[in-house]
């Protein structure tokens, strides 16, 4: 069975400050894990996702994301903070590819200060 | 190219109707499933349909049954509607018969309320 664990119901960050969203996650095979995004009244645009290979992805919008297999994390970053990216952010997991059921945790809001 | 459409928008109903909410995948794409929003939370999977036939199943009751039609479209029927079950309720659509190690890429919801 695959789960995810958002740390963070709220973060609340600077405009022009770093990004971190923390998500870890359990999995009794090797994971396919990703990140969305979820604007107000909408449904979910894909940032980033991780299969195999590199450790380090990269997604759209300059947000980035690193899996540590050692730490079972998968942690959202982003360098400079901008007020468009003010939005809930689910981790997902699934078992097999990213055609097979994704499971999500329960949820991050950012919220950008001017 | 269109994405991942769904209809309708929003829909109210009262407790014990049924109700039928529809998805188009996205072009090139063979797979739909769908998930529940409910406020303030993750989406929650409730089945996948491929080649017209359930495919997997999550952890939802007999009153959520869907169908998949020739086309690739979809549709999801809840009977006997609850309280419980207003929430988003998204689609997703993905390439599971070419292959490719894709993702799935949602539709923008419909938003059911129960009275």
């Known amino acids: 069975a695959q789960s995810v664990t958002q740390l963070g119901s709220h973060v609340s960050v600077s405009e022009g400050a770093l990004v971190l969203l923390r998500c870890n996650y359990s999995?009794?095979?090797?994971?396919?894990l990703f990140w969305y995004v979820q604007y107000p009244n909408q449904g979910l645009q894909l940032l980033l996702k991780?299969?195999?290979?590199?450790?380090l992805v990269k997604g759209i919008n300059g947000f980035e994301a690193e899996f540590k297999k050692s730490e079972t994390s998968f942690h959202l970053t982003k360098p400079s903070a901008h007020m468009s990216d003010a939005a809930e952010y689910f981790c997902?997991?699934?078992?097999?590819?990213?055609?097979?059921?994704?499971?999500f945790g329960t949820g991050t809001r950012l919220t950008i200060i001017p | 190219d269109a994405g991942v459409t769904q209809s309708p928008t929003h829909l109210i109903k009262t407790r014990g109707q049924q109700v039928t909410l529809r998805c188009s995948p996205k072009?090139?794409?063979?797979?739909v499933s769908w998930y529940q929003q409910a406020l303030g939370q993750g989406p929650q999977f409730i089945f996948q349909?491929?080649?017209?036939?359930?495919?997997q199943r999550g952890n939802f009751p007999d009153r959520f049954s869907g169908h998949q039609f020739p086309n690739y479209s979809s549709e999801l029927n809840v009977n006997a509607l609850l309280l419980g079950d207003s929430a988003l309720y998204l689609c997703?659509?993905?390439?599971?018969?070419?292959?490719?190690?894709?993702?799935?890429?949602f539709g923008p919801g419909t938003r059911l309320t129960v009275l």
């Open positions: 997703a659509s993905s390439p599971l018969g070419s292959g490719y190690t894709d993702t799935q890429y």
């Open positions: 999995s009794s095979v090797p994971p396919y």
């Open positions: 991780y299969t195999t290979g590199a450790t």
């Open positions: 997902a997991v699934s078992a097999n590819f990213g055609n097979e059921k994704l499971t």
């Open positions: 072009s090139g794409h063979d797979t």
């Open positions: 349909y491929y080649e017209e036939e359930e495919r």
